[in-house]
């Protein structure tokens, strides 16, 4: 029982013997301390103490979210398809939307600027209403309060992050910056519209998520689209009336969210978009949209 209610939550249990596993948790006490933002998963409480062992015992209590993580519904596995958990076109748009205003808030709207370092699919969580909340903070990073320009700052040789989504300048020795983040961000973007990890077996001899997308622009973007995704998308402009021209919207949004992955995900930091751009933007390739629909 929390605050006097009865609810279903989420306990996340850390592995002391991991290294830097109370630095982590100490991460993201901290970070999340002051956060209060609708796409970011909230602490309830924390629980720090003495297991039955005599070790130390740390534990985060978080709000439950019923429909896991994005990572689950990107790549199901095949005992899972006959669920036809497709996520449409206007949720992934949707969801994209709520990540970028949880790193937006994060990046400026906070008092020092939040770092999260270890931006993934696995990371968003959703809840009943298929709303995104972004977690996981144990890697985050909070900038001085100095420090007014959001480019610089804190030490980058401790962040790790995950391959595939870490920005290449952190690879160099450079500091953590909130392009980092976005840089994250444009990468998973280009999953959720591909269906493909950054990981995949087809990313090798110099190719990557980033170059795979850039170079279907903008003729052959519907070649690279998730199979599920396009799928679910035809079947439901097939049973319109207006085909020809749910199709032809269909095919302009996918492009401009394909663009702002790759500005996203570009190699130079500089030419990166900033978080309130991608918000702005995604609103907009979601009006449009929405209202050439009608």
């Not at 306990?11 to 956060?35: G, H, V, Y």
């Not at 001899?205 to 003729?219: C, D, G, S, V």
């Amino acid at each position: 029982m929390i605050d006097r209610m009865e609810r279903i939550v989420a306990i996340k249990i850390l592995n002391l013997q991991q290294r830097r596993a109370t630095k982590s948790f100490t991460a993201e006490c901290r970070a999340l301390s002051s956060i209060f933002h609708r796409n970011i998963v909230r602490v309830l409480t924390v629980c720090s103490s003495i297991d039955f062992f005599g070790n130390d015992f740390k534990a985060l209590i978080l709000e439950y979210m019923s429909n896991g993580s994005l990572d689950s519904w990107l790549h199901q596995n095949a005992n899972e398809y006959h669920q036809l958990r497709f996520v449409s076109l206007i949720q992934r748009l949707n969801v994209a939307i709520d990540i970028a205003c949880a790193l937006d808030y994060l990046h400026h709207q906070c008092p020092t600027t939040i770092l999260h370092c270890d931006l993934k699919p696995s990371n968003v969580l959703l809840d009943d209403d298929m709303v995104a909340h972004v977690g996981d903070f144990g890697l985050a990073k909070i900038l001085s309060d100095d420090i007014n320009d959001s480019q610089a700052q804190s030490n980058s040789l401790a962040i790790r992050g995950s391959i595939g989504y870490v920005a290449p300048e952190y690879g160099m020795g450079a500091n953590a910056s909130t392009y980092g983040d976005v840089y994250s961000y444009g990468i998973l973007l280009l999953e959720m519209l591909t269906g493909k990890r950054p990981s995949d077996d087809m990313f090798k001899n110099n190719l990557n998520l980033h170059q795979f997308a850039k170079m279907a622009l903008p003729e052959r973007v519907m070649e690279i689209i998730d199979r599920q995704l396009l799928s679910h998308e035809n079947e439901v402009i097939r049973q319109s009336e207006t085909h020809n021209k749910l199709r032809s919207i269909m095919h302009e949004t996918l492009v401009s969210l394909v663009k702002i992955g790759v500005s996203c995900s570009n190699d130079s930091p500089r030419e990166r978009m900033e978080m309130k751009d991608v918000v702005n933007e995604l609103h907009k390739v979601r009006d449009s949209y929405l209202g050439a629909e009608k």
